[in-house]
Nanobody
Framework: QVQLVESGGGLVQAGGSLRLSCAAS????????MGWFRQAPGKEREFVGR????????DYADSVKGRFTISRDNAKNTMYLQMNSLNVEDTAVYSC????????????WGQGTQVTVSS
């Protein structure tokens, strides 16, 4: 049974940094893509970025490019989201997700962690 568990959320001032973690278990993730998404109150879920578990290739939404960095530790089966230069518009529930590289849909989701940026 695949499980994704996020941690690291919290309250931070604008301009600050946070690092989120997504601990994955239940299978090997070689051949999978892991993604970060976020959802602010009253808004639709938004893609933040993704990483290929095998190659480490990453890409990001324009809104976070240059400020956020996704990485993974294969030995720990954990993905990270380093968020720098945070602003109030980054306030949201952040969730990690996983899909096979041959699938368009993310099959597995974590429960989410709240990130609140104060001005």
């Amino acid at each position: 049974q695949v499980q994704l568990v996020e941690s690291g959320g919290g309250l931070v001032q604008a301009g600050g940094s946070l690092r989120l973690s997504c601990a994955a278990s239940g299978r090997t993730f070689s051949g999978y893509v892991m993604g970060w998404f976020r959802q602010a109150p009253g808004k639709e879920r938004e893609f933040v970025g993704r990483i290929s578990w095998s190659t480490g290739y990453t890409d990001y939404a324009d809104s976070v490019k240059g400020r956020f960095t996704i990485s993974r530790d294969n030995a720990k089966n954990t993905m990270y989201l380093q968020m720098n230069s945070l602003n109030v518009e980054d306030t949201a529930v952040y969730s990690c997700a996983a899909r096979s590289i041959v699938s368009r849909e993310y099959a597995y989701w974590g429960q989410g962690t709240q990130v609140t940026v104060s001005s």
